[in-house]
């Protein structure tokens, strides 16, 4: 498969949580403070990561969790005596069981966990076992199962007491797409069109060799789904084709529109008296937000805390570890 088809994939998988759906009301995106501070350039967080060992082979792919804080005098300023922190915390939407076991156990020191969702404000939280709707739903599952991962889906707690909704509505985010001229053929197109021109410049890795697909498509048991997830995880980190796609000064419904759904929110938080908040989204979204966190909200990141999400050790590997 040529990888800009690949890539353009999943992108879209590692973008979006479906729900199917419908709701009520239209939003409008979350607009800057008007008293925000313009700071220099810095340079942005990473939220996704690839890990190898000493040979060059891929031992993990992680995500991070990077937490944003206010400084005292800003709080002071606030009338906050403790200062406020957010904190992002990106996520991939198939991965271990492990990985959304820890994640489930932090969550429970946060104030207010905002999580994403294309649900009516009204609807009924996900619960584990639950089907998801729609085609990228079904394809998601059928990653999970040919990966041998988790779906988030069915592994995290949304019932928990904490968890907020901050997404737009399925009606939201079609008036959305509609506003913005966009279908999911476009998106589609438009991440093709750029993962295609990165490959052109030599800004991304080479296409799946015949050699690789047939080791996959032919193998078995658990070497097969690690094999896969290494080939998977090799495109999966190239998260600059969706920045380039999707962000900028044009953006997206995809992510520009969810996310300013999700800073909405993330001020109702801060307005209810909320101090440690989480904002548990995809991978993707995650360069906006530290953007918009840093210019319109006043907050500074600190150093990412890195969470395992799939294992790409081979069976062999462990073998000889252990």
């Known amino acids: 498969m040529h990888r800009p088809a690949l890539a353009a994939l999943l992108a879209l998988f590692a973008t979006f949580v479906p729900a199917g759906e419908r709701g009520l009301r239209a939003a409008e995106p979350a607009q800057p403070r008007p008293d925000r501070q313009i700071q220099a350039p810095q340079p942005r967080s990473e939220f996704l990561r690839l890990v190898r060992d000493d040979d060059g082979a891929a031992v993990s792919l992680d995500t991070a969790i990077v937490e944003y804080r206010e400084t005292a005098d800003i ?6 005596r403790r200062p406020l ?3 992002l915390v990106a996520a991939v939407h198939v991965g271990g069981a492990g990985y959304y076991a820890t994640l489930d156990r932090l969550f429970a020191d946060y104030d207010a966990v905002l999580y994403e969702l294309v649900a009516p404000p009204n609807a009924r939280v996900p619960k584990p076992g639950r089907k998801p709707a729609g085609a990228i739903g079904s394809a998601q599952q059928s990653l ?6 988790e779906f988030q889906l069915e592994r995290i707690d949304y019932a928990a007491d904490n968890f907020v ?9 079609d008036a959305a797409m509609a506003k913005r001229g966009e279908s999911w053929w476009s998106m589609f197109t438009k991440l093709m069109r750029e993962s295609m021109a990165r490959a052109d410049r030599g800004e991304a890795a080479g296409d799946v060799s015949f050699g690789e697909l047939f080791g996959i498509l032919f193998g078995s048991g658990p070497e097969r789904q690690v094999r896969l997830r290494r080939m998977m995880a090799e495109q999966f980190t190239d998260m600059d084709v969706l920045t380039a796609a999707f962000g900028g000064e044009e953006g997206s419904t995809l992510i520009t529109d969810r996310n300013a759904a999700a800073l909405d929110v993330l001020g109702d938080e ?3 008296g909320r101090r440690r908040i989480a904002i548990f989204y995809g991978a993707a979204h995650m360069d906006d937000f530290d953007e918009r966190l840093r210019e319109d909200f006043g907050l500074q990141p600190g ?3 890195w969470l395992e999400a799939w294992d790409l050790r081979t069976p062999a590997a462990d073998a000889a570890r252990n």
């Open 303 to 305: 150093e990412p805390e």
């Open 165 to 173: 909704h901050a997404d737009l509505s399925p009606k939201e985010f």
């Open 85 to 87: 922190q957010v904190d």
């Open 75 to 80: 709080a002071a300023q606030a009338g906050r």
């Open 144 to 149: 999970k199962q040919m990966l041998g991962l």
């Open 270 to 272: 801060i307005a209810k």
